[in-house]
């Protein structure tokens, strides 16, 4: 911009001032023409008395030649060349009977040159060349420069004052972004990038702090996770390296003491395979990949889990009942559905020694609905938003005693919201509690 301003108005005003020197200098030179036509050859008296009538025009020079060429008449004081040839190409131009014009700016100055043939009835007699040289205008066009000049270097320096500025904020924000962005990846998830402002810095900031939320929510959860899986791991392996060393270290132990301490070892290694399943099944799950889902029919799955949990239910005189209608299908997979039931039906029944399971399997509109309830103990209020927290357990010591691991309902819950799907527990006012699993209901093989 500032070299369109230092250039196109310069441009323009010298083609104007050409323009107007040309038209200037050719009707000056027509008007002395004039004064010259009525004669039918020109000498040095005729000319300088015609043209001594000719007003005053402030040309810089005059020149009137005859049809060879020849000086005749001569405005210059010293250095005259009357007398003389000339053979400006003006000149030469004109004696061959066309009209001659230019300008040109240089070295400070306006050089305007125009020349036209003398005619006596239609035979060139002489010819008629003036020049001007003008640093009048030639000043007003460097003045224009200069003030143009001027005002460029003013724009120039707000222009380079708002870019410093600009760019000071711009560099400020970026470098509190990456200090940012060096912290967290040094494990500092609790930093925030602070940038003020409403331009895309600061929305990159915004997202950035809330990308870090989630990094620090996720790592938090990776660290309890990792703490209470090596808390879980290691009361097994304690157990049966106690077990173990008791053996040992015991002389002459009784063999039925050996076998219950071997028993006690069996148990806690298949403590340790139920976590290490369930471990995996999880990192499954976190992972994303899951099997390609199908259509299942829930009620055959529920009808196999049911066979399966009534002798467990009978050890612990548990009364399991189901009530559930045909017609429930979703698009899972059949073993995603056999693990979401039994870890809901053997939840219940160990928290519900001596009592009565009830599970129910039916559709609520859009949704297929398995219900599972108990008349146990129930949860807490302050429990019922964190039972579902992989490794939480209401009752720690009651929990290891029944065998669980506390990731059955962790389980449940990723695996049903993987598939659209939600788990939701509530107490039971007459008291227990009731576990309820959502699928979207398929009709023909399409979800409604």
């Given at each position: 911009?500032?070299?369109?301003?230092?250039?196109?108005?310069?441009?323009?005003?010298?083609?104007?001032?050409?323009?107007?020197?040309?038209?200037?200098m050719?009707?000056?030179?027509?008007?002395?023409?004039?004064?010259?036509?009525g004669?039918?050859?020109?000498?040095?008296?005729?000319?300088?008395?015609?043209?001594?009538?000719?007003?005053?025009?402030?040309?810089?020079?005059?020149?009137?030649?005859?049809?060879e060429?020849?000086?005749?008449?001569?405005?210059?004081?010293t250095?005259s060349?009357?007398g003389?040839?000339v053979?400006?190409?003006?000149?030469?131009?004109?004696?061959?009977?066309?009209?001659?014009?230019?300008?040109?700016?240089?070295?400070g100055?306006?050089?305007s040159?125009?020349?036209?043939?003398?005619?006596?009835?239609?035979?060139?007699?002489?010819?008629?060349?003036?020049?001007?040289?003008?640093?009048?205008?030639?000043?007003?066009?460097?003045?224009?420069q200069?003030?143009?000049?001027?005002l460029?270097?003013?724009?120039?320096?707000?222009?380079?004052?708002?870019?410093?500025?600009?760019?000071?904020?711009?560099?400020?924000?970026?470098s509190?972004?990456?200090?940012?962005?060096?912290?967290?990846?040094?494990?500092?998830?609790?930093?925030?990038?602070?940038?003020?402002?409403?331009?895309?810095?600061?929305?990159?900031?915004?997202?950035?702090?809330?990308?870090?939320?989630r990094?620090?929510?996720?790592?938090?959860?990776?660290?309890?996770?990792?703490?209470?899986?090596?808390?879980e791991?290691?009361?097994?392996?304690?157990?049966?390296?106690?077990?173990?060393?008791?053996?040992?270290?015991?002389?002459?132990?009784?063999?039925?003491?050996?076998?219950e301490?071997?028993?006690?070892i069996?148990?806690?290694?298949?403590?340790?395979?139920?976590i290490?399943?369930?471990?995996?099944?999880?990192?499954?799950?976190?992972?994303?990949?899951?099997?390609?889902?199908?259509?299942?029919?829930v009620l055959p799955?529920?009808e196999?889990?049911?066979?399966?949990?009534?002798?467990?239910?009978?050890e612990?005189?548990?009364?399991?009942?189901?009530?559930?209608?045909?017609g429930?299908?979703v698009?899972?997979?059949?073993?995603?559905?056999?693990?979401?039931?039994?870890?809901?039906?053997?939840?219940?029944?160990?928290?519900?020694?001596?009592g009565?399971?009830?599970?129910?399997?039916?559709t609520?509109?859009?949704?297929?609905?398995?219900?599972?309830?108990?008349?146990?103990?129930?949860?807490?209020?302050?429990?019922?938003?964190?039972?579902?927290?992989?490794?939480?357990?209401?009752?720690?010591?009651?929990?290891?005693?029944?065998g669980?691991?506390?990731?059955?309902?962790?389980?449940?819950?990723?695996?049903?919201?993987?598939r659209?799907?939600?788990v939701?527990?509530?107490?039971?006012?007459?008291?227990?509690?009731?576990?309820?699993?959502r699928?979207?209901?398929?009709e023909?093989?399409?979800?409604?």
């Amino acid at each position: 911009m500032l070299v369109l301003l230092n250039t196109y108005p310069l441009l323009v005003s010298e083609d104007m001032v050409f323009h107007s020197k040309v038209t200037t200098m050719q009707s000056n030179v027509s008007v002395m023409v004039y004064s010259l036509s009525g004669l039918d050859r020109l000498n040095e008296e005729n000319v300088a008395a015609a043209m001594a009538v000719v007003e005053e025009t402030g040309l810089s020079r005059i020149l009137v030649t005859d049809a060879e060429g020849k000086v005749l008449y001569d405005t210059r004081e010293t250095g005259s060349t009357v007398g003389k040839y000339v053979f400006f190409s003006e000149i030469v131009s004109a004696l061959m009977g066309n009209d001659a014009s230019s300008c040109v700016y240089r070295s400070g100055a306006f050089r305007s040159r125009a020349s036209s043939p003398v005619l006596y009835q239609n035979r060139i007699i002489g010819a008629v060349y003036a020049y001007e040289y003008d640093t009048a205008q030639a000043a007003l066009l460097e003045g224009l420069q200069v003030n143009l000049l001027k005002l460029s270097a003013v724009i120039g320096a707000v222009v380079l004052g708002l870019s410093l500025l600009l760019s000071m904020a711009l560099t400020r924000k970026i470098s509190r972004l990456l200090t940012a962005i060096r912290r967290v990846r040094e494990g500092a998830y609790s930093h925030r990038a602070r940038i003020g402002g409403h331009d895309e810095i600061a929305q990159i900031g915004q997202e950035f702090n809330s990308l870090t939320d989630r990094l620090q929510t996720t790592e938090d959860l990776r660290r309890r996770f990792v703490s209470d899986a090596s808390h879980e791991l290691k009361t097994p392996l304690a157990a049966i390296r106690l077990l173990t060393d008791s053996i040992l270290q015991t002389d002459n132990i009784d063999p039925a003491t050996t076998r219950e301490f071997v028993a006690d070892i069996g148990r806690e290694a298949e403590r340790l395979t139920r976590i290490s399943e369930d471990l995996l099944r999880l990192t499954r799950l976190d992972s994303g990949v899951l099997d390609p889902a199908t259509a299942v029919e829930v009620l055959p799955v529920l009808e196999q889990v049911m066979r399966m949990m009534s002798l467990v239910a009978q050890e612990k005189n548990v009364d399991l009942t189901y009530d559930a209608a045909e017609g429930c299908v979703v698009q899972a997979t059949r073993d995603e559905i056999h693990q979401v039931i039994y870890n809901l039906v053997d939840n219940a029944v160990k928290y519900s020694a001596g009592g009565a399971v009830q599970v129910s399997l039916g559709t609520e509109g859009a949704w297929v609905a398995l219900s599972v309830a108990d008349n146990g103990p129930g949860i807490p209020e302050e429990d019922l938003s964190r039972i579902f927290e992989r490794f939480y357990r209401v009752d720690k010591a009651r929990s290891r005693a029944a065998g669980g691991t506390g990731l059955g309902l962790s389980i449940v819950s990723d695996t049903v919201r993987r598939r659209g799907g939600t788990v939701e527990a509530v107490n039971r006012p007459q008291g227990g509690a009731v576990f309820t699993a959502r699928w979207p209901r398929m009709e023909g093989g399409a979800a409604l």
